[in-house]
């Protein structure tokens, strides 16, 4: 597998990714936004999305990837069900939800797997046992407040909903479900089956 064509995918994914953000209709945000990812770059852009191979994005550039594949499948939900959900939700979210996976201020999330035997069974990486425990919608959030990100309540609902519906999987309280938060839960599923078990960027 050529490196070289793995490093030209991630730049054109990072790329497509970056100059999303500007298209966001608040300018102040835009400029939060922009200060995070010129500062974080490196960090996001090779930060996989999951541990194993059977997942989602186990490999060097999986988030970034993955967050891209969430939003188109978001647009097109939208555009199917009518759900009227801004695109400046859509992007922030469908970018966002998982950028805690980055990890904190000063430790990756994610670490090489440095034994043979769990590379064997296709675990590429490990979580960094010197983080902290907290859910990675509480890592994302903090990025926010880091970077005096000001996101609506109504993003905060989808990505807090994302995670307590990987928690529980019963139907509760659907009532009281956004269509934000709806359209970025089914995204994310969608995504996971669609492009699961990929090896490389270069597969998506």
Known sequence: MSLEKIETK??????????????????DM?????????EQEHRIVTCPASTKVGNIGAFTGGLVIHSLNV???????NKIHGSQCSTDDMIITSLFHDIGKIGSETEDYYLPQKSDWHRDKGINFEINPKLTNMPVVARSIWWFNHYNIKVSDNVLEALFSLYSSTKNNSVHE???????????????????????????VLEM
Not at 11 to 20: A, C, F, P, R, S
Not at 177 to 199: E, H, I, M, P
């Open 30 to 38: 835009i400029e939060n936004f922009n200060k995070f990812l010129d």
């Open 10 to 27: 991630l730049i054109e994914n990072w790329d497509v990714y970056y100059n999303l953000i500007k298209k966001l209709d608040d300018k």
């Open 71 to 77: 939003l188109k499948i978001m647009k097109e939900l």
């Open 174 to 200: 659907i009532y009281n479900v956004s269509n934000l938060s709806l359209l970025l839960q089914n995204s994310v599923r969608s995504a996971c089956v669609l492009y699961k078990g990929k090896t490389s």
